[in-house]
């Protein structure tokens, strides 16, 4: 056991050659993977919420460590819902699992070691697994974490296990390092100025599906989609942005709008709060909302929103 508490010396400062790898994290809904991805990149590029399947693409983020890049690739959670969607989500989670250099399997500290969920994902898995136990600030007793590596380590030949708190960026750097020595020798795969191979588009559209996921209830989250339809650069720096939100139904409507527009206004504040942050300008930002019955069930509207 104790050796999943070692500190390891990565490759890259073993020797002076370049490391880099892609390293995918997975695991179930809502355990904090996206907030880890987050953590390591130091900037909010991907969407997080207490709603489980808030993430719902491949969304890689690119980390620089000196002698290395490791692109680390967020995923939606791996579950077993029925609609198009769902379905989708969990293609996009599992076909994470293949063509990468390492796993982070990320579990939550407060739950049990869980066999059939090691069988079903890590079962024909070659490639290194880093298990990642997440959310150790809400253990009261804090040997339990010995424990929980003990039970985990029985289930599966994790290369290392390690406890973090990503939400309070606490183990994230440890983690970091640790991953990066088992990455082959191998050239950056982008420029090591860029933060994520997703288009500045798309992470807008996120933040604003982010703040419909955080302030709205029911199934109204999980039947909206959100696109950019305009992004004008003017002149004095200013980005003017105009985006739709997009729901199902017409009764849907009247959520998102609120009583006297209160609600879009809201999503809109809170939206235009982190993009400014991310794209380190002054933003204009319009919301509009429109119904598409069933987007969610519907091949040709997926595509377009870039989830199939
Ligand atoms: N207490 C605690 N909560 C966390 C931690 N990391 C993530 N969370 C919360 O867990 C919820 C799900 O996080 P998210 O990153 O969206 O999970 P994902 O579905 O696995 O991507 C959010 O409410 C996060 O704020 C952590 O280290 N500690
Ligand atoms: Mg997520």
Avoid: C
Wanted: glycine share 8%; charged share 25%; net charge neutral.
């Amino acid at each position: 056991m104790s050796n999943y508490l070692k500190e390891s010396v990565p490759t890259h400062l073993k020797n002076n050659t370049f490391t880099s790898g892609f390293v995918s994290i997975i695991g179930r809904p809502n355990v904090g993977k996206s907030t880890l991805l987050n953590s390591i990149i130091g900037e909010k590029i991907v969407i997080t919420s207490d709603k489980p399947q808030t993430t719902r693409n491949r969304i890689q983020g690119i980390h620089n460590i000196p002698g290395g890049q490791i692109v680390f690739i967020d995923t939606p959670g791996i579950h077993t819902g029925r609609s198009r969607l769902n379905k989708s989500m969990d293609e996009v989670a599992r076909s994470s699992i293949s063509g990468v250099d390492l796993l982070m399997l990320v579990v939550e500290a407060t739950g049990a070691a869980d066999p059939a969920f090691i069988h079903d994902v890590l079962a024909k898995v070659k490639i290194p697994v880093v298990l990642v136990i997440n959310k150790v600030d809400l253990l009261t007793d804090k040997a339990l974490v010995l424990k929980k590596i003990a039970d985990w380590a029985a289930l599966f030949p994790f290369k290392e296990i390690v406890p973090i708190s990503a939400g309070r960026n606490d183990g994230v750097e440890h983690l970091v390092s640790v991953v990066g020595g088992y990455l082959p020798e191998g050239p950056a795969m982008f420029p090591d100025d860029i933060l994520t191979d997703m288009p500045e588009k798309f992470i807008v559209a996120e933040m604003i599906r982010e703040k419909v996921f955080r302030l709205t209830r029911d199934e109204v989250p999980y039947s909206t989609a959100v696109v950019v339809e305009s992004f004008i650069e003017r002149e004095n720096g200013v980005i003017a942005i105009s985006a739709a939100i997009m729901i199902e139904r017409d009764t849907q409507k009247g959520i998102i709008i609120g009583s006297k527009g209160e609600m879009l206004k809201k999503i809109g504040t809170q939206a235009r709060q982190d993009i400014e942050r991310l794209l380190d300008t002054k933003i204009y930002l319009e919301l509009f909302v429109k119904v598409v019955e069933n987007w969610s069930e519907r091949p040709s509207k997926l595509k377009e929103l870039g989830y199939e």
